[in-house]
């Protein structure tokens, strides 16, 4: 019988060769194919006894599968936050695979120390101080679970309890106070046994997603000396609005706080000099989340997650076994997070920050908010469109005379752009957010008549 395998590893060259190939003409063709697609109900193929080599199952995902993908790698993909995979990150990634480190621990290889390095680019990129250090993770959900699990172990300090070994039971209640706080928080707190009952909503200022830094000190005030948890937003998704980290930052002074700071797109603020000042205060953070395929241009999955308080870390996330090496300076990478063995995650982040710098990354940054300016100045030019909010980052958020579900079903038909609906302050609504780097005003260009269009 053949051995598809064997013969496989003899072709090894030209096979990649074709998938190559493909690939190049994939990216080529990303401005001719659909920015969205709406899924054909698709049945399972069966389980495949004997295998059909790569070059036939290439054929056959080009066939069955491929022409379903989106195009959201292209430039007018604006639903969720998304962003694209910038030359150098694609060239990271496919070495990723190629190399298969795990980036788990320090021991045989140097992949450790570049997941270092690429830690604390980041950090200095974002204006955190080397009081931080950092770890990557698949996303910001996963970030925020992490800054928040030390969160909690740091309210069980307070108490005198350890929460690592005697469990949330033993913890009782933790308040947990946010504005204008993403999903992903709520889904931390279930996964992390303090629940999603445990969030206090933080009146919001007039007209604003950031947070009324009153009405927090109010709240904290209540808690009576009690230890909460603070998670602040630096960049909210409808609004993308900011909560003013220098005012929190001060009522340290006066109540026992764990601050978090989800900043999972509007990090990169910090990057614009024009905004940078919307994340002040970030370097003291005792926790921070920042996703890296959003706004950095890596490919699926990664983000990274920073603290302060790596001793915490490790009481959280230590995984001692007889046959690991004991822990003793740096810790092992799976001493940090959820997991133990994982994917070399910064080897896309390391290539993109060697290969474009600060400075292309700044101008990767300042391009999509030129471009959400744009197209927010093009929308109130149409008639009945209106902004729900100014344009403060990369995010347009506007309403329309018609149904939004409709129009953004009418956006993804026509395969020209994709937007993803919401609701704010109650109003029915429409977001546009910009931070693929291949975008250009031109691209907004193309939004903004293609909304007119459809609304005529
Ligand atoms: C996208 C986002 C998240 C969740 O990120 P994932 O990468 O999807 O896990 C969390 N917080 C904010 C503010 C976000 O924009």
């Known amino acids: 019988m053949r051995n598809v ?44 006894t004997d295998g059909i080599g790569t070059a036939g199952a290439l054929a056959e995902f080009q066939q069955r599968w491929a022409p379903g993908f989106s195009g959201s790698a292209g430039p007018r993909y604006l639903g969720f936050v998304t962003g694209g995979t910038t030359p ?49 993770v698949s996303g910001a959900t996963m970030s925020n679970l992490v800054g928040l699990a030390i969160g909690r172990e740091w309210i069980g300090q307070q108490r005198g309890v350890s929460v690592a070994r005697q469990g949330v039971a033993a913890l009782g209640e933790v ?81 026992p706080f764990w601050l978090h700071v989800d900043a999972a797109f509007g990090g990169f603020a910090a990057l614009s000099p024009a905004h940078a000042h919307l994340v002040d205060g970030l370097a003291e953070a005792d926790s921070v989340c920042v996703d890296l395929h959003k706004w950095l241009n890596v490919p699926y999955d990664g983000a990274v997650q920073f603290t302060r308080h790596r001793d915490l870390q490790v009481t959280v996330f230590q995984n001692a076994a007889a046959y690991l090496p004991p822990i003793s300076g740096t810790p092992d990478f799976f001493h940090l997070t959820p997991e133990n063995s994982r994917r070399l995650r910064a080897l896309t982040a390391w290539f993109t920050l060697a290969a474009y710098g600060v400075s292309g990354h700044r101008e990767i940054v300042t391009r999509a908010i030129d471009a959400a300016h744009h197209l927010g100045a093009r929308l109130t030019t149409i008639p009945g469109v209106q902004l729900l909010a100014p344009v403060r980052l990369n995010v347009v958020c506007f309403t329309v005379p018609t149904d939004v579900t409709a129009l953004s079903q009418a956006v993804a038909d026509s ?27 031109a691209d907004a260009d193309r939004v903004a008549d293609l909304i007119g269009k459809l609304l005529t």
Do not use: C
């Open 415 to 441: 395969g020209e752009a994709f937007l993803t609906p919401t609701v704010y302050q109650g109003k029915p609504a429409l977001r546009a957010a910009f931070s693929n780097w291949r975008t250009t005003t």
């Open 5 to 48: 395998l064997a013969d496989d590893l003899a072709a090894l060259p030209e096979l990649l060769q074709t998938t190559r190939d493909y690939a190049v003409s994939v990216l080529k063709g990303l401005d001719e194919r659909p920015v969205a697609v709406t899924p054909a109900p698709a049945s399972a193929a069966p389980l495949p």
């Open 88 to 136: 150098a990150a694609l060239a990271g990634d496919w070495l990723t695979g190629t190399f298969d480190q795990n980036g788990s621990n320090r021991s045989g290889s140097s992949a450790a120390a570049l997941e270092d390095e690429t830690v604390g680019w980041l950090r200095e990129m974002f204006g955190l101080g080397t009081a931080h250090t950092g770890a990557f």
């Open 175 to 255: 308040p947990v106070l946010s504005g204008a706080a993403h999903s992903s928080v709520y889904k931390a707190l279930s996964i992390l046994g303090l629940g999603r009952d445990a969030l206090q909503p933080v009146r919001t200022l007039p007209d604003r997603e950031a947070a009324d830094v009153t009405a927090l000190a109010e709240a904290l005030e209540a808690l009576d000396g009690r230890p909460a948890i603070v998670v602040a937003n630096a960049g909210t998704v409808n609004t993308v609005d900011f909560d003013d980290l220098r005012a929190i930052l001060a009522l340290r002074d006066r109540y």
